[in-house]
C-alpha cells in the first residue's frame, strides 16, 4: 500500500487545532470525544490525552447503527474502565443522541455539587467537542443542537468570539467542535480507516485495499462472507484471491471469464460501507494490560495516560 505514505496531515492545520484546544481547555468542564464506533481506536487521535489533559471526558462511540452490538458493548467498557464516561450515539438518526447530557451530568457530578455549593447551581456545563474528520462531529452538533445552531460571526477586522450553543438539559457547546488528525503513519490504522471511506478513495489502490478489507472480515466476519458472496471460510484463501473469488461469485468477469478484480473491489467497499454486509466493527479492545511503571522515574505522562495509545 505504497500510495497511503503519501498522506500527510497538513501541519498547519494541526497546529492550528492545538491552539484552538490550548485556549478553549480552561473555559470547557470536560471533553466529549467523538469515536466511529466501527474503529475506537484507529479513530483516535493519538495525543488526544496530552492535548486535552486531564479533563472529564465523554467518549462517544458515533456510528453505533453501523457497528457490531456485542463488540460496542465490549468496547464501552473498555472506555469505562479508563475513567471515561462513555454513550453510543447514531446522529444520522439521532438515535442516543438524547443521553448526552445526562451522561455529562453524571461525569461531572462531583464539579456540579461544589458548584451548589457556592450557589451557582444554574451554570451551564461547556462542552467542546473533539473528533478526526468524517466521524460524526457535525451530524451530532446538529442534532444536539436543533434550530438553535448560533451562525457565527466571522468579519475581517473583528475579533471572532467563541461562541456557545444551548442544548438540552443545562449544556452548551463551543460552537466550532476540533477537528483532529488520525494516526495515519501507521499503515493498519490508515488502511483501516479507508475501509469505512474517512480517507479519500482516489488516493488509495483499492484492489489491494478490497483484498486488505476481504482478508480481515474472512477471519472476523465469515459468515457474513458466505451470506453476501458465497464465499465459504476456507484457510488457504487469502487477499487477491479472495476478491478474485468475489468477483467470480458475483458473476464480475472480463472477456475470457478473466475476474474484474476493479468492479468487484468497488462492490465490496461500497457494501461495507453502505452496510450491506451487516453491522461489523474491525477492531476489539486489546486485551494486554496496561504496562506498569518500570522505575520510580518513569514517565509521569505516560503513568497518567489513562487512555494508551493504540495498544496491541
Ligand atoms: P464530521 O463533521 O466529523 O466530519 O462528520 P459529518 O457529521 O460530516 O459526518 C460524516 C458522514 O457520516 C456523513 O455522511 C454523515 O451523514 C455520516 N454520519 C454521521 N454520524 C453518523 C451515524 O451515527 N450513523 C451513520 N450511519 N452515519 C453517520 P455523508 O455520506 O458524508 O453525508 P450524508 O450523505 O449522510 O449527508
Not at 129 to 148: E, F
Not at 285 to 308: G, K, R, W
Request: aromatic share 6%; glycine share 8%; proline share 6%.
Amino acid at each position: 500500500m505504497e500510495d497511503m505514505k503519501t498522506i500527510q496531515w497538513f501541519p498547519g492545520h494541526m497546529a492550528k487545532t492545538r491552539r484552538m484546544i490550548q485556549k478553549s481547555l480552561p473555559l470547557v468542564d470536560a471533553v466529549a470525544e467523538l469515536l466511529d464506533a466501527r474503529l475506537p481506536l484507529s479513530s483516535r487521535n493519538p495525543e488526544f490525552d496530552r492535548l486535552t489533559r486531564k479533563k472529564p471526558r465523554l467518549v462517544i462511540l458515533n456510528k453505533a447503527d453501523m457497528a457490531d452490538p456485542a463488540l460496542t458493548q465490549k468496547w464501552i467498557a473498555y472506555y469505562q474502565k479508563r475513567g471515561a464516561a462513555v454513550i453510543t450515539a447514531d446522529s444520522k438518526s439521532g438515535k442516543g443522541v438524547k443521553n448526552f447530557p445526562n451522561a455529562l451530568r453524571t461525569l461531572l457530578a462531583p464539579q456540579l455539587a461544589r458548584y451548589a455549593e457556592k450557589g451557582m447551581k444554574g451554570r451551564p456545563i461547556r462542552v467542546m467537542i473533539l473528533g478526526i474528520p468524517n466521524v460524526g462531529k457535525s451530524s451530532l452538533i446538529n442534532r444536539l443542537a436543533g434550530g438553535k445552531r448560533a451562525k457565527a460571526e466571522d468579519r475581517a477586522g473583528v475579533t471572532r468570539v467563541q461562541q456557545w450553543i444551548k442544548v438540552d438539559g443545562g449544556v452548551e457547546l463551543l460552537d466550532t467542535p476540533g477537528v483532529l488528525w488520525p494516526k495515519l503513519d501507521d499503515q493498519e490504522v490508515a488502511c483501516r480507516l479507508a475501509f469505512t471511506g474517512a480517507i479519500r478513495d482516489d488516493i488509495l489502490d483499492q484492489e489491494a485495499l478490497a483484498a486488505k478489507l476481504l482478508e480481515l472480515l474472512h477471519t472476523k466476519y465469515p459468515q457474513a462472507l458466505l451470506e453476501r458472496y458465497k464465499i465459504a471460510p476456507d484457510a488457504e484463501l487469502k487477499g487477491f484471491a479472495l476478491l478474485e473469488q468475489l468477483a467470480k461469485n458475483r458473476g464480475m468477469l472480463l472477456s475470457g471469464g478473466i475476474p474484474n478484480t476493479e468492479r468487484a473491489a468497488i462492490a465490496l467497499l461500497d457494501e461495507f460501507r453502505g452496510v450491506k454486509l451487516g453491522r461489523i466493527t474491525l477492531e476489539e479492545p486489546p486485551v494486554a494490560a496496561i504496562p506498569a511503571p518500570t522505575s520510580a522515574s518513569a514517565d509521569t505522562a505516560a503513568q497518567e495516560n489513562a487512555f494508551p495509545e493504540h495498544e496491541g
